[in-house]
């Protein structure tokens, strides 16, 4: 039992061995001549006037997180469809409850507004 976790850890240090080495080896090796003009922000050629920093509305990141929820969604449903008549009625209402769950999340944010983009 043990030799089985030791070849995960063992590939967990060489993995992580070789990672350290690559990128230590290439903070020694590569040229750093650092000025100003080099660290500025690149804008196509433009120079940057005012801050970069964009804020983003907080809409946008709840419209996200719904579409990851209901991309989820799919990951559960679709098995689920391709097995349905093996699984049963019990599976069945089980299903019917997770959708109704969903949808009911999916009204309540209707509700709320996140869903449109005004």
């Known amino acids: 039992m043990m030799s089985a976790y030791a070849v995960v850890y063992a590939f967990v240090v060489v993995a992580v061995g070789f990672a350290a080495v690559t990128l230590g080896a290439a903070k020694l090796l590569r040229p750093s001549v650092p000025y100003a003009r080099k660290e500025s922000t690149y804008e196509?050629?433009?120079?940057?006037?005012?801050?970069?920093?964009?804020?983003?509305?907080l809409r946008f990141h709840v419209f996200a997180l719904l579409f990851v929820?209901?991309?989820?969604?799919?990951?559960?449903?679709?098995p689920w469809a391709v097995t349905a008549r093996e699984l049963g009625r019990l599976a069945l209402v089980e299903m019917g409850v997770f959708i109704a769950i969903l949808l009911l999340g999916l009204a309540f944010a209707w509700r709320k507004g996140a869903l449109s983009w005004e």
């Open 44 to 57: 196509c050629g433009i120079p940057a006037v005012g801050s970069t920093e964009v804020k983003l509305n």
């Open 69 to 78: 929820l209901f991309d989820v969604e799919v990951l559960y449903v679709y």
